[in-house]
Nanobody
Framework: QVQLVESGGGLVQPGGSLRLSCVAS????????MNWYRQAPGKQRELVAA????????IYADSVKSRLTISRDNAKSTLYLQMNFLKIEDTGMYYC??????RGKGTQITVYS
């Protein structure tokens, strides 16, 4: 059974940083491309960042480029999202997603001034 458990969300002021983690189990993590999605209140879910199974290639939404970094540790079956210079518009629920396998329950990030 695929399980993806996110952690690391919280309250932060603009300009602050957070690091999200996602521990995966129930599938071969090292063979799966992984993604971070977010959904803000009243908005559609959007892809924030994606990474290939080896970590060699990454893509980012234009709105987060240069501020967010996706990475993975295949030995630990863990996906990360380092978030710097956070903005109020980064507020939302962040979901870890294993391509074609499933998604976690999410972790909330609230950026407030």
């Amino acid at each position: 059974q695929v399980q993806l458990v996110e952690s690391g969300g919280g309250l932060v002021q603009p300009g602050g940083s957070l690091r999200l983690s996602c521990v995966a189990s129930g599938f071969t993590f090292s063979s799966s491309a992984m993604n971070w999605y977010r959904q803000a209140p009243g908005k559609q879910r959007e892809l924030v960042a994606a990474i290939t199974s080896t970590g060699d290639n990454k893509i980012y939404a234009d709105s987060v480029k240069s501020r967010l970094t996706i990475s993975r540790d295949n030995a630990k079956s863990t996906l990360y999202l380092q978030m710097n210079f956070l903005k109020i518009e980064d507020t939302g629920m962040y979901y870890c997603d294993a391509t074609r396998r499933g998604r976690g329950k999410g972790t909330q990030i609230t950026v407030y001034s």
